[in-house]
């Protein structure tokens, strides 16, 4: 009660000292719709960030040239982590506190978003993440959602695809670093050797490691038909070059964090005839996924990475959420979030579960003379 | 060494050492054409010996405009002001580059030696080690027999007596950051080519390390230096390749390191071929 009293005597207080100091005052504008984001646009993973905050930028424009939501114009408001764990929470609370965001997306590393989760579900402002796939981040609370599959998914999609490639024999490399890497071994490890498969030799190194030779000596002695690594492709192009560097000539396959162009330029050779699981694939014949390609590469000249695509599909479904409410109260927002059946987005029909996870159909992509292409499509 | 003639540690070593990796990635792409049609030895020494010189031209002037202007001042000031110029040049690296890793062209054709008993090495690790051996040879020949290297010494040992035997300070000085800037750059670029995949921050671990090294082995010694860095290297190599048999995650490998960092201030503060000092920072 005597909260109350005292936010009601110091609003309007505030409202006024705002007006004073002519100018500072861009919240009071009710003619917008403010969205809040998080992306790494500097430092390690910035070719994700930078992709996320593509696609959501592209479904900004779009939604804004329809004419806006609920008759006002969307405001998005970026901040960057500079890719720095910790960073992350640090501006979620400035956009959350400060800017009054009604809305978050972002991250798409499963650690950083596990760091914004609990501030949006404290504030109550739903929370979509365009890429983490560790189960964790959802796990927060009813605040907090998902556009993309999960590692147990992920992990268990790998495991069946190399017991059929016929690898009974494998390694697993690990990012001990990375909530998301530790998650997908997991998941790999549990149905892998549940079926069959043996995991003859576990390693472990660190984000930011650029020498990766005594774990592969390691793994080079275990003799395995492929490797698991599911890692960043910050590290896994220079991994994968070490490994045939020490004569490893085994396939490896990871999962989708292995997206980025970066790789290919890293990795060169090295990464020919590997695997990865991903979200979609830009060669899908699908008119949705053709139609988006085609306006991506109008825009920017290149063809779009499946984070610009979840980045878009996050912001999509925020709005959706928000049409549908008809309010930005952040709770109405949530429940009809929650109730989100078969919402065409690019990467797929999303569905979210009662965790408020998507249930989505995974790709399989190889690696071809530097070229993506793609394998086959998983489905739930 | 910088810390042998001026006594504080230049924390934006690492980031020189990044930029000469950079300027090894932007000179080979502009003289790319020029250099095609040499052979691969010689192509990596023009890149070497240049980007080495825009190094040095660049320590030179960090030393001008950061560090000479403190120099009477304490030496606490110089040491955050080290730090501030290091965080400088990260995030104008991370302006001018872009944040994102760039791949680091094959100076040295990729070969692999295989030998018996399962041992391989690639052709660029040799060519890695011979080159820096030859600089250790050659940067110990500079400081032990060139008037200048005697210069460095005798500053080294005491500024003021130095300058009343006729040193120029100024110009030694100079000339030390010039030399330890151009062998960062080519640190970074032997570096790189190890691990192709540059980006502005890659220098931070490595100068922490190259610190340590240099503590290990005892400060201002150029071999102890050395000796320090293979110590470091070899253990969190093998603390690397087997602490997951006892079932420690690899990531304690920079731990171990710094154990016996810890280890050797507490039993021998000198470092393992220092000489004993009275003052310390």
Redesign the interface.
Known sequence: MLARLLSRAVLPLGITLAFLTAGCSKKENTNEIVIGEVAS????T??WGKAQNDGVKMAVEEINAAGGLLGKKVKLLTEDDQ?KNGEAGTVTKKLVSREKVVGMLGEISSSKSLEMAPICQKEGVPMISPGSTNTKVTEVGDFIFRVCFIDPFQGTVMAKFALSKGWKNMAVLTD??EDYSVGLSQFFKEYYSKNDGKVAV?????K?D??F???L??I?AANVDAIFLPGYY?EI??IA?QAR???ITVPMCGGDGWDDA?LM??A?SAVDGCFFSNHFSTEDKSQAIQAFVKKYEAARGTKPSTFVALGYDAAMLLFHGIKTAGTTDGKAVRDVLAKTKDFPGITGSITLDEKRNATKAAVILTIDKGEVKYVETVQP | MVYGVLRFINFAHGDVFMLGAFSGVYLNKWLGPALAGLPWGVSLLIILVLSMAICAALGIVIEFLAYRPLRSRPRLNVLITAIGVSLLIEYSGQLIFGATQQPFPQLIPAENLTFTGGLAVTKTQVIVLVTVVALLIGLRFVVMKSRLGLAMRALSLNPTASALMGVNNSVVISFTFGLGSALAAAGGILYASLYPSVEPFMGILPGLKAFIAAVLGGIGNIPGAALGALIIGITETLVGGYSQAVGLPSGYKEGVAFVILILMLLFKPSGLLGKIEREKV
């Open positions: 646009l500097t430092g390690g910035a070719a890719s001990v670093k576990e390693q472990s190194f660190s930011g650029k020498d030779k005594s774990q000596t390691a080079k910050t192009g220079l070059k560097e020490l004569g970066s330029q890293v060169g």
